[in-house]
Structures are given as structure tokens and as C-alpha cells.
């Protein structure tokens, strides 16, 4: 049964057009959407109104996403926010007013609270997280097996967003455009709060980024805290980039993980406790040796033991794509601590690929690979 509000909105949809030129003028029609900043009217294509569609549901003319911080749902849900409204009876008056309907007398709703995330915030960051959806039979998935990563059954910490919102910069083409696939990566403090998101646009196939200057963001809170694989007791190893970590949990898949994202947050990441021997992934790339060593010193201070963890070529995820998992293991073999190699090693092959093409290059073919 519709309610007054409902009644409202589906009358409002009817006429999505004519709200958002009202409400949204700032904005513009692309197709069967509108595109604007924000519900506030500001300048861009992060929100997105569908102007036709169905009569109810997720497709229904009306809806609206904010791409950019989580934000959604119907017109009524629009103009609150446009007009900073936060009261339902004071809505539902604008409403009306928009559509030229005489004011009731019934006695007025309760107050609705309406709270806003502000943009590239933790609150947005989880509500992107939220929004986003397992990575089984998506195009991250087929990404990360690009990467050489198969294995995903205890990855909880990435989902795939199908219209990720992507902001373009001063190195974009003019035309570039708004939304594309991303895999979404919580990020999250020692306690398991998620205090932050990174995303990384993929191409519509799920080979490759996605063609935009800066395929990889992060947003939300992420000094000292990273993206968590497995939880971290008395060892654990650190690394930057996401692809690098999952290449050595493909050969150690209990070895829990943590990615930094970046090398000034590697050199930030904030440790466990219990922890008593942590091994660095590093970049062999300037702030890649430069972090691991500001990581280490800060472990042994704490009192504990750091191993520095070294790839042949340019990162761990290079090492799986172009050696092949055995290479990677053989290597890895050499430098973990003895007791490590039986506990985190014991089932990591020592030659073929786990679905990787080594072929017969040299390293230093490999090396000269992009």
C-alpha cells in the first residue's frame, strides 16, 4: 500500500526530468540519466538520476547514486538534501509545492534525520564498501587472474563496484568518462574497523586498468592502516601495492598480509602487539628500500624481528607474472626464516606456474617486460 510519501515520489518520478532542470540545474541530461556533482547542486557528473526506467525497484525512474560518497535514493531523498531539509513534513511541502498539490491538514510526520558522508571520508569510503559486491564471476575477478592471482577465497577485503565514480584530473582527456568497473579494497585499522577504501578502474574486460591517468584512488583514513588478508598474530608480512602482496599469498596462502597502498604508508604502518616477526615486501624501486628500511627500524625498536623481503624485478607481483609461482617460492624459500619456510611454504610449489605462463625467458628477458 502507498503511503503519502511514496504517492509523492512516484509523481515526482514521473517528471524526473523537470526536477532535476529545477533542482539540478548545475547539471546535465547524458542518455536516460542525469549527471551532476552532488545533491547540492555543485558542478560535475558524480550523481547520477535515472530519468526513465521502470515503475519500481532498483531501475525505477527517479533514483539517484552518488558515486562519489555512497549516497542514493529517490527524489523526496534529493530535494531534502538540496534544500538542507530535515524534516519529512517540510519535504513532502516542497514537494507538493514543486507539483503544484494543495497542502494536507493531517497531523505532520515524525522528523527524519537525512546525514550526508562527506566526500572522501570513512563514512564514504564504507559506504562504497557496502555498495560494492562479492568479486566471484566479476571483472575484478578477471583482472586479478590476469595479474596471475587465483586463488581469492579468503579475500573479504575486495568487492567489485560495477559504475565506480571516477573524478577526472588535469591529465584526462576532455571526454573522459564519469564511472568505470572498479575493484573496491577495504582498508582497515588493527581492530577491524574499516577506516578508509582504495579503487583501482578496470577496462570493461577485466584484462587491464582502465585508460585514465589515475586508475588507482584511496579515500577515507589510511595512515597506518592498510588492506588486511588473514588476521595477524606473531607474523605477518607488509607490502605497497595490493597485487604484490596477493602474488606471495598465491605461494604462502597462510601467511597473513597487509597492504600499505603506497610507500609513505608502508614506512607508517602501524603494527600488532603480538607480532614478533614481520617480513617487508618491498619495491625494488627508491622509496621502495627507502620505506622497508624506515619499517624495519621502527619494528626492531618495538622488538620485532624484520625480515626484508626482496622481488627479482620490479615487485612480487612482476616476479608471479613473468617467473611464474615457482621462481617466486624458490626465491622466497632463500630468505624467510627457517622455521617460516616449514610453517607458510611447505605446500608452495617448487616449479610450474598455478595458472601463471612462465615460458622459457631469462630473467633478464623478463626484466625488460612491462
Keep these: ?121 570513512s563514512q564514504a569510503a564504507q559506504r562504497l564498501f557496502a555498495m560494492s559486491k562479492p568479486l566471484s564471476g566479476t571483472i575484478a575477478e578477471a583482472y586479478l587472474r590476469s595479474r596471475g592471482i587465483a586463488d581469492l577465497r579468503t579475500r573479504a577485503a575486495l568487492r567489485f563496484h560495477p559504475r565506480c565514480f571516477y573524478r577526472p584530473g588535469r591529465d584526462d582527456a576532455p571526454d573522459a568518462r564519469p564511472a568505470w568497473p572498479a575493484m573496491i579494497a577495504a582498508v582497515t585499522d588493527l ?8 579503487r583501482t578502474w578496470l577496462d570493461d574486460a577485466g584484462g587491464a586498468k582502465a585508460p585514465v591517468a589515475s586508475p588507482r584512488r584511496a579515500m577515507g583514513r589510511l595512515l597506518g592502516h592498510g588492506v588486511r ?47 614478533r616477526r614481520l617480513y617487508i615486501a ?26 626484508i623481503l626482496s622481488p627479482s624485478l620490479g615487485d612480487f607481483n612482476d616476479d608471479l607474472r613473468h617467473l611464474g609461482a615457482g621462481h617466486l617460492a624458490a626465491a622466497l624459500r632463500t630468505q624467510l626464516v627457517p622455521e617460516d619456510v616449514r610453517r607458510f611454504l611447505n605446500r608452495a610449489p617448487m616449479s610450474g606456474d598455478l595458472g601463471v605462463e612462465v615460458g622459457s625467458a631469462s630473467l633478464a628477458d623478463a626484466s625488460r617486460r612491462p
Design 1 to 121: 500500500m502507498r503511503t503519502v510519501a511514496s504517492d509523492l515520489a512516484h509523481r515526482l518520478a514521473d517528471h524526473a526530468e523537470a526536477v532535476c532542470r529545477h533542482y539540478l540545474s548545475e547539471g546535465r541530461r547524458e542518455g536516460r540519466y542525469w549527471l551532476v556533482g552532488d545533491a547540492r547542486n555543485k558542478p560535475g557528473r558524480s550523481l547520477y538520476v535515472r530519468l526513465r526506467g521502470s515503475d519500481e525497484g532498483r531501475g525505477a525512474a527517479g533514483k539517484w547514486t552518488d558515486a562519489a560518497t555512497g549516497e542514493h535514493g529517490d527524489l523526496l531523498d534529493l530535494i531534502a538534501l538540496n534544500q538542507g531539509l530535515h524534516r519529512l513534513r517540510d519535504t513532502l511541502d516542497e514537494a507538493r509545492r514543486f507539483l503544484a498539490l494543495p497542502r494536507p491538514e493531517p497531523a505532520a510526520a515524525p522528523p527524519r534525520r537525512l546525514a550526508r558522508a562527506a566526500t572522501g571520508s
Design 191 to 198: 581492530a577491524g574497523r574499516q577506516t578508509g577504501a582504495h
Design 229 to 275: 588478508f588473514g588476521a595477524a598474530r606473531d607474523v605477518m608480512a607488509a607490502g605497497e601495492g595490493i597485487e604484490s602482496v596477493l602474488s606471495l599469498g598465491g605461494v604462502m596462502p597462510d601467511l597473513p598480509l597487509v597492504a600499505a597502498l603506497s610507500s609513505a604508508h608502508l614506512a607508517a604502518l602501524v603494527l600488532p602487539q603480538t607480532l
Design 282 to 307: 618491498h619495491d625494488d624501486d627508491l622509496a621502495g628500500h627507502a620505506a622497508a628500511a624506515a619499517l624495519a627500524e621502527r619494528a626492531l625498536n618495538a622488538g620485532i624481528e624484520a625480515v
